[in-house]
């Protein structure tokens, strides 16, 4: 069998066909940075047919332990496309793996735990000698049952059990002299132990820690590989939702990282809000990917789906283990789909701001995190805006790491200002606004700002004769604007120039709704910092305002 002709290849094709949507999006989009891979299009990567042919060989010698099968012939397309992907992709310079992190959330019942013990034999037997492997899980049960998967497929395996000695505490490959250990965040220190290959199961239950401190153990190693494995958990803050979001920015192009590959079982966005999970049976299936190869899978998820449907107290394991959708943040969805803002983007444009009537919304936050000014003009029923990101000087390195986002690349770019030194100087964004008449050649209609930590900056600026407008954070205030923003987006009127700090703030944006069905940004909500959306929201409410007015521009209101 060839490269080519595996399944890994044509689940990819499969997958990233159009009139397919029995696949979310952002397994689309993986699948089709690593087809360029595989078709040579790639100058940095490539699938090596020696590795392929390699795993192959170890696959054929695998005997599933219930299907009596060599595993060759009988394995899922996601878990082909997972291990070919992550084990044969190399770098042109060096021939190291290319894939140094691999994420995959997917639901229960997907086979993930067998899978995982199929990936730790293949390493321990290709790996160089001596290597370490160790499974991170929340406590010593779970981190187990990849053990006994692992023993399970040897005892099955003929030609495997004189090459493999299963300890209690640990399993040896006798070819290699490697060793699998099992680990439980609740009882092991993660500090310490070098791992040549990690892999973190039900990431969803643990936080950054066991992750990181694997992370940390690899520091010196050029062919390192950490594998992230998990459902999702109803908590809000676990490990897993910020491998999921930094994954995302990777596949939106938002974060240059070659070396993360991740394949995101969850339901598209226009199907996971409001009540789809009910009846769409799409949702199964995009997080389900077995369940569209075996209807008895797909079947037996209906029927836990009607009884979720009937009964709250089945709902949260159902959504959450079966559908991929966080059950205590059902009020809570993405903003603005990053593709569709980027429709909007155009490039700088100086000119075009001169002469006019602009409409400047503020967002201080806290003095030691960051700050944005946003300004927006209507023109020919369009809606424009420019937003500048302000960033404690000190902290640019530290928030860089942190949050993952180049802070030195927005400051040359001249889309974000560093401003005093472990906190911001309110004195800058103060002299900032004072100067965007002169410099921009535009006239300021009104100052948008939320009262917090704002009072002092506005006393200054309506001294010198500007207009500063409150505007509560409240969702009954804040709606309109937000409803309004998101709609000329989607009906392709907003236009902002060219700012990877915004689309960033965009893609973390989360909106919650309260009773009366109010959409509002929620910062806590939100998967990292949203200032610069927010600024342009208060910025587009004082527009929106105007708009309203007998004497405003007329434009289409939301």
Not at 20 to 39: E, F, G, T
Not at 197 to 219: C, H
Not at 513 to 540: E, L, P, Q, W
Request: hydrophobic share 40%; net charge negative.
């Amino acid at each position: 069998m060839t490269l080519t002709e595996c399944a890994a290849v044509k689940y990819a094709v499969w997958c990233i066909r159009e009139d397919n949507r029995y696949v979310p999006i952002y397994v689309k989009k993986q699948c089709a940075v690593w087809l360029d891979i595989v078709n040579g299009l790639d100058t940095e990567a490539f699938v090596c047919e020696k590795t392929f042919r390699k795993i192959c060989k170890i696959l054929r010698l695998m005997i599933h332990p219930d299907l009596g099968k060599p595993l060759i012939s009988c394995m899922e397309d996601y878990a082909w496309l997972l291990i070919v992907a992550v084990f044969c992709t190399k770098t042109r310079d060096g021939n190291f793996r290319l894939y140094q992190t691999a994420l995959l959330e997917i639901c229960r019942k997907n086979f993930k735990t067998f899978y995982s013990g199929v990936i730790f034999i293949i390493g321990m037997v290709i790996e160089p000698r001596f290597s370490r492997f160790f499974s991170v899980a929340p406590d010593l049960k779970l981190s187990k049952e990849i053990q006994l998967a692992i023993k399970k497929i040897i005892k099955s395996s003929p030609a495997l059990m004189s090459s493999f000695k299963t300890l209690r505490s640990e399993i040896r490959c006798l070819l290699t002299e490697s060793e699998f250990t099992p680990l439980a965040y609740s009882e092991d220190k993660m500090d310490g132990k070098m791992a040549h290959m990690f892999l973190a199961d039900e990431a969803g239950a643990m936080d950054d820690y066991p992750v990181e401190a694997m992370r940390s153990s690899q520091i010196t190693l050029r062919n390192k590989l950490g594998i992230i494995i998990s459902t999702q958990y109803p908590n809000d803050n676990n490990v897993l939702l910020t491998e999921i979001d930094y994954a995302k920015k990777v596949l939106d192009g938002l974060n240059d990282d070659k070396r993360y590959f991740a394949l995101l079982y969850e339901p598209d966005d226009d199907i996971k809000s409001g009540d789809q999970w009910q009846d769409n049976d799409l949702v199964i299936y995009q997080s389900n990917p077995v369940a569209y190869a075996y209807p008895y899978i797909f079947d037996d998820l209906k029927k836990k789906r009607e009884l979720a449907v009937l009964y709250e107290n089945k709902r949260e394991n159902f959504l959450c283990k079966h559908c991929n959708i966080q059950y205590k943040s059902l009020g809570v969805e993405g903003y603005i789909d990053i593709a569709r803002l980027r429709e909007c983007r155009i490039e700088s444009d100086p000119e075009f701001w001169r002469g006019r009537r602009v409409w400047v919304g503020f967002d201080l936050s806290m003095t030691e995190d960051n700050t944005a000014v946003a300004m927006v003009t209507e023109a020919d029923g369009y809606i424009y805006a420019k937003v500048w990101g302000f960033i404690p000087a000190d902290a640019v390195k530290r928030k860089t790491e942190k949050e993952k986002f180049d802070y030195n690349a927005s400051i040359r770019a001249g889309e974000c200002f560093e401003s005093g030194d472990d906190v911001i100087d309110y004195s800058d964004i103060e002299r900032f606004i004072l100067g965007m008449e002169e410099k921009f050649g535009v006239t300021i209609v009104q100052i948008g700002y939320d009262r917090y930590n704002a009072l002092s900056t506005v006393q200054k600026l309506e001294a010198e004769g500007y207009e500063c407008v409150e505007i509560k954070q409240h969702s009954s205030v804040l709606h309109a604007p937000t409803k309004l923003v998101k709609e000329y987006v989607l009906h392709g009127t907003f236009r902002y120039e060219n700012s990877l700090l915004l689309e960033v703030n965009f893609q973390n944006a989360r909106c919650t709704f309260d009773t009366n069905m109010n959409r509002y940004v929620n910062k806590k909500k939100s998967a990292g910092k949203v200032d610069c959306v927010v600024a342009v929201i208060n910025a587009v409410y004082l527009l929106q305002q105007d708009m309203l007015s007998p004497t405003g521009w007329g434009g289409q209101v939301a």
